[in-house]
C-alpha cells in the first residue's frame, strides 16, 4: 500500500517589505513648517476679536479658556432670586450673578438663560 498524502497545505511564504528609508532632514523640515502653519492659524484666530475669552500666560502665547456652561455657573453658586427683599435684594442679585458671569466667561447668548433659571417662585 503507498504511503498517505497529507491533507494539509503548507502557509504560503511572504516576503517581508523592506523598511523604507526616511530622509531626517526632509522630515524635521516638514515638522517645522506644518508646526509654523498651525502657530500663526492659531494666534490669527486668537487675536481675531471673535468674543472667546484668551488669556495670557505671562508674555507667553495666549491661551483660549472654554465658554461657561450652566454646570460652571452652577458652581459658583449664584444667589436664588425669590422675588422678596424689595430693592435691596434685587440689587444684590444683580451684582452677584454679573459677578459670577465675568468670572466665569459666561457667553452673553447664554446670560439670559442662565439668570433665569436661579428664579424662585414665590412662597
Not at 31 to 48: E, G, K, L, N, P
Request: glycine content about 6%.
Amino acid at each position: 500500500m503507498p504511503p498517505r498524502r497529507s491533507t494539509r497545505r503548507d502557509p504560503p511564504v511572504t516576503a517581508t517589505p523592506p523598511t523604507p528609508q526616511i530622509d531626517t532632514a526632509a522630515l524635521n523640515v516638514a515638522v517645522a513648517a506644518a508646526v509654523a502653519i498651525a502657530m500663526a492659524q492659531y494666534h490669527s484666530t486668537s487675536a481675531s476679536g471673535d468674543g472667546t475669552p484668551v488669556h495670557s500666560n505671562h508674555g507667553e502665547a495666549p491661551v483660549r479658556l472654554r465658554e461657561c456652561s450652566y454646570k460652571d455657573f452652577t458652581n459658583c453658586k449664584p444667589l436664588s432670586f425669590k422675588g422678596t427683599g424689595g430693592v435691596i435684594a434685587l440689587s444684590q442679585w444683580f451684582e452677584k450673578t454679573e459677578s459670577i458671569f465675568e468670572i466665569c466667561s459666561c457667553p452673553e447668548g447664554s446670560k439670559v438663560k442662565f439668570a433665569a433659571c436661579t428664579f424662585e417662585a414665590k412662597p
